[in-house]
């Protein structure tokens, strides 16, 4: 156990699926696995352990932004042997390719976080996902004709930005959707030598101003979910 799982050693699959939100992960569990345990309720971050199409495969909330995230994957890869983190959340386009509901993969995220300085004394802003794990989920999603986007995200620090333009920095950096949790967890992953990548769904356009409900983005995810998880091996 760490100061924020109290999972046995045992209790934790190689493979972690990773929403931010504890009731998404509660949702999964109750909706796609078989034979799962609830093995994590420190700080309300719900982790369940399960099978999905005979693989097993664990479920842990990783609550809202760098630091948060940082912790959980942190502790999964050093203390628990997790040799991959999928996570899965949403975000907010900038590119006018892309729509609603969009499922995106990351394949750079960017960031002017302090994370990695702070962390591991590394300067870098461009943080990558793991090829081989990223691979797996495009072959997977041939398989379930899921239409995948992929490119450059920006990871924040800060949900209410107020002193810089975002449109500026997307054109500038040539990201195209905004979250803020990825640069974290592939800077993590790395350091370690473990295996890290990250799906989003598209909930809200800055480009259009679309918003979705809580509801919408809950049954939108499912396309999501399932890449997700089919990728587990």
């Known amino acids: 156990m760490t100061a924020h799982i109290e999972a046995k050693k045992d209790e934790i699959a ?3 699926i990773m929403p931010g939100d504890p009731n998404r992960a509660k949702f999964i569990c109750e909706i796609y696995l078989e034979n799962y345990k609830k093995v994590n309720s420190v700080r309300g971050m719900l982790a369940y352990t399960g099978f999905y199409n005979g693989q097993r495969v664990t479920v842990m909330a990783s609550g809202m932004g760098m630091p948060s995230i940082g912790i959980y ?3 999964l890869y050093k203390f628990y042997d997790v040799e991959n983190i999928i996570r899965i959340g949403t975000a907010g386009a900038y590119d006018k390719n892309l729509k609603i509901f969009d499922v995106l993969l ?5 960031s002017d976080s302090s994370f990695a300085k702070v962390q591991s004394n590394v300067n870098d802003d461009i943080m990558y996902p793991d090829k081989e794990l990223c691979h797996n989920i495009r072959e997977k999603a041939k398989e379930l004709n899921i239409d995948l986007k992929e490119g450059r995200i920006y990871s924040s620090d800060v949900f209410y930005i107020e002193n810089h333009n975002i449109k500026e920095m997307s054109e500038k ?3 195209l959707a905004t979250e803020m949790e990825s640069f974290a967890l592939f800077h ?3 350091r370690l030598g473990k295996k890290a990548a990250c799906l989003l769904t598209i909930s809200n356009h800055f480009v259009t101003g679309e918003e979705t409900t809580s509801e919408e983005r809950e049954k939108s995810l499912n396309k999501m979910i399932k890449l997700a998880l089919s990728t587990v091996k």
């Open 188 to 190: 993590t992953a790395g």
């Open 73 to 75: 994957a942190y502790e």
């Open 106 to 110: 990351v394949n750079e995220a960017y």
């Open 173 to 175: 950096y040539h990201f």
């Open 14 to 16: 190689k493979t972690v």
